[in-house]
Structures are given as structure tokens and as C-alpha cells.
């Protein structure tokens, strides 16, 4: 069963254009979300992340928009660049009974490619 | 400071064959975790160890095993590989792992290609 649910799979974006990414989930239980920012051949690396507790959080171009209503979060790229060329993965972590361990759940990423 | 170290970087293995993959955390690090990714699947968790104790554990098979050791460093052991087990291996070290909203820093990985 895939926990969080992302899309598009790939993007092709205009320079100086908008990325948008969206990610959806159904456990209530999740109560942290980042987003990765993979470019080929390199491991993930965190981009921005957000608690559910705030709506936007803004860094640089990258904004996260967060709707815990509707159990959706967002990653918008303003002036997109070819450089942000990369999979991005949302991902959702939960505290795990027990251990007192915490889970990240990953989306499947997205590839987004930005043509000059 | 070093980055997480990933050993092999590159692996061709035959089916039924198995293989141990090594990790080397940050410095200082005492959470390494470990995930599968895959075109189809994206990143999937498979575990995670802090202070030599696995923490955490993902749906996957019982051929999937790890172990960490006393300085952090951790390898994780693929038994009878399986065609389905090639995918980029990632292990990913943080300080005390997610619970604190830290940052995991992952590794380059390890591409396994299973034959």
C-alpha cells in the first residue's frame, strides 16, 4: 500500500517558469514532511521540509504549500532553473509503536527537467 | 567532514547468490538507515539501526538483514538475490535519526545488478 501518493511522475518546465509537485497522503498519524532533491548518480539530499502545524514554508524559490485538511502538500519552484533538473521525492514520517522510533515514507519522485 | 561512504559503488551478482553491502556514517552519526530505490517503487525503507540496535524495520523479506557496529559503521546482507533485488541501495546517517527532525544525510549508494 503506497502511503503517500505523488505526481506528476515527470515535468518539463520552461526556464524561469513554475515546477509544481504535488503529494497526497491518508495517515493521520504522519507529522513531519520533507522534500529530497536527487540529481543522477548522487544520493537524496534534503530541500525544504514542513510541519503540519503551518501552511506555507518559503525557502528561496522553494516553497512548500501544506492543506491538512485535505491530506495534500505541495512543492512549488518558482523561476525554475536547468540546474534544478532532478527527482524530487516528498516524503511523510510517523512514529512507529514501540521502538519509539520514527519512519520516513517516501512518494515515488517526480523527474523534473527545466529547458532553457 | 566526510560524507556517508558507500562500498561497492557497483555490484553484478548472479541469482541465488549473496552479497553485503558496507556503510560509513558521518562522523558522530548514530542512526544509519537503509533504503531500496527503484524506478517503479521509488525509495523504499528497509531499516534502520542506532547504537547497534535495529530500530526500525520495513516490509521487506527475511533474506533482507543488516547489523551495525560499535563506531556506527553498518552493512546490510541480501541472501539467495533474487532478479526483483537489483535496484540502487541508499543508506542515509543522521545524528539520532528522524525523530528530531534532523537532516538524513544519505550516501551515493550502491547499484546491484542481479543476473
Known amino acids: 500500500q503506497q502511503q503517500v501518493k505523488q505526481s506528476p511522475q515527470s515535468l518539463i518546465v520552461q526556464k524561469g517558469g513554475i515546477s509544481i509537485i504535488n503529494c497526497a497522503y491518508e495517515?493521520?498519524?504522519?507529522?513531519?514532511f520533507p522534500w529530497y532533491q536527487q540529481f543522477p548518480g548522487k544520493g537524496p539530499a534534503l530541500l525544504i521540509a514542513i510541519r503540519p502545524d503551518v501552511s506555507e514554508k518559503k525557502e528561496g524559490r522553494f516553497t512548500i504549500s501544506f492543506n491538512k485538511s485535505a491530506k495534500q502538500f505541495s512543492l512549488h519552484i518558482m523561476d525554475s532553473q536547468p540546474g534544478d533538473s532532478a527527482t524530487y521525492f516528498c516524503?511523510?514520517?510517523?512514529?512507529?509503536?514501540?521502538?519509539?522510533?520514527?519512519?520516513?515514507?517516501f512518494g515515488k519522485g517526480t523527474k523534473l527537467s527545466v529547458i532553457p | 567532514k566526510a560524507g556517508v561512504t558507500q562500498t561497492p559503488r557497483y555490484l553484478i551478482k548472479t541469482r541465488g547468490q549473496q552479497v553485503t553491502l558496507s556503510c560509513s556514517p558521518i562522523?558522530?552519526?548514530?542512526?544509519v538507515s537503509w533504503y531500496q530505490q527503484t524506478p517503479g517503487q521509488g525509495l523504499q525503507f528497509l531499516f534502520e539501526?542506532?547504537?547497534?540496535?535495529?530500530?526500525n524495520k520495513g516490509n521487506f523479506p527475511g533474506r533482507f538483514s543488516g547489523r551495525q557496529f560499535s563506531n556506527s559503521r553498518s552493512e546490510m546482507n541480501v541472501s539467495t538475490l533474487e532478479l526483483g533485488d537489483s535496484a540502487l541501495y541508499l543508506c542515509a546517517s543522521s545524528l539520532t535519526g528522524p525523530a528530531t527532525n534532523e537532516k538524513l544525510f544519505f550516501g551515493s549508494g550502491t547499484q546491484l545488478s542481479v543476473l
Open positions: 516524503a511523510a514520517r510517523r512514529r512507529n509503536s514501540g521502538a519509539g522510533s520514527y519512519q520516513l515514507t
Open positions: 539501526y542506532f547504537s547497534e540496535t535495529q530500530r
Open positions: 495517515n493521520t498519524a504522519f507529522d513531519y
Open positions: 562522523s558522530g552519526h548514530r542512526s
